[in-house]
């Protein structure tokens, strides 16, 4: 079985400070790999996805993700937060063949203090 | 371009009745997934339609029943409401079948609240 782990419920960092949203993951064989951003009361956006090729993905609103196949992680990263990126982080896991059902995350509060 | 859209937007019902939500795809996609957000959760997978069929299920009671229409809009319904089912329904658009690798393109949901 597939399965998502966000570490952290809540993440703070000063706004133009790095910042840096846990997960991990477990799936049997190649994973796809993706990170979404939801705002309060509305529905989930895309950032960013990684399927295959370079390990670092780079995505919308300044925001990249590594992949770490040993490590099993796929961290959000963005190097100078702000405000505005104070939202819930969900990453999420399909695994490469079959199955369409994607598993998220519990979910990462980020809040960026001005 | 609208993105997906859902309605109604909230929704209040009592324990044992019926709803009937409605999601419209992004323009051009063809697959409909279908998710139940519950407070301080991620999204949980209930089913996936696509050429108007169930493709693929969730771990959900077969009360959760859906519809894909010829357009590729859908429907989801839920029978026989119970208070845990109060929470956030949220539709998903995905492009060419839906495979594993699209991403998916959300609507802003439906706020269940059942009672």
């Known amino acids: 079985a597939q399965s998502v782990a966000q570490p952290e419920d809540q993440v703070n960092v000063a706004e133009g400070n790095p910042l840096t949203v846990k997960c991990t993951y477990s799936?049997?064989?190649?994973?796809?790999l993706f990170w979404y951003v939801q705002y309060p009361n509305r529905g989930l956006q895309f950032l960013l996805k990684?399927?295959?090729?370079?390990?670092l993905v780079k995505g919308s609103y300044g925001f990249e993700a590594e992949f770490n196949k040993s490590q099993t992680s796929f961290h959000l990263k963005k190097p100078s937060a702000l405000v505005s990126d104070s939202a819930l982080y969900f990453c999420?896991?399909?695994?490469?063949?079959?199955?369409?059902?994607?598993?998220f995350g519990r979910g990462t509060s980020l809040i960026v203090h001005p | 371009d609208a993105g997906v859209t859902q309605s109604p937007t909230h929704l209040i019902k009592t324990r044992g009745q019926q709803v009937t939500l409605r999601c419209s795809p992004k323009?051009?996609?063809?697959?409909v997934s279908w998710y139940q957000q519950a407070l301080g959760q991620g999204p949980q997978f209930i089913f996936q339609?696509?050429?108007?069929?169930?493709?693929q299920r969730g771990n959900f009671p077969d009360r959760f029943s859906g519809h894909q229409f010829p357009n590729y809009s859908s429907e989801l319904n839920v029978n026989a409401l119970l208070l845990g089912d109060s929470a956030l329904y949220l539709c998903?658009?995905?492009?060419?079948?839906?495979?594993?690798?699209?991403?998916?393109?959300f609507g802003p949901g439906t706020r269940l609240t059942v009672l």
């Open positions: 323009s051009g996609h063809d697959t």
């Open positions: 339609y696509y050429e108007e069929e169930e493709r």
């Open positions: 799936v049997s064989g190649n994973p796809y």
């Open positions: 990684y399927i295959t090729g370079d390990n």
């Open positions: 998903a658009s995905s492009l060419a079948g839906g495979n594993s690798y699209n991403e998916q393109f």
């Open positions: 999420a896991v399909r695994g490469e063949g079959g199955s369409y059902i994607p598993t």
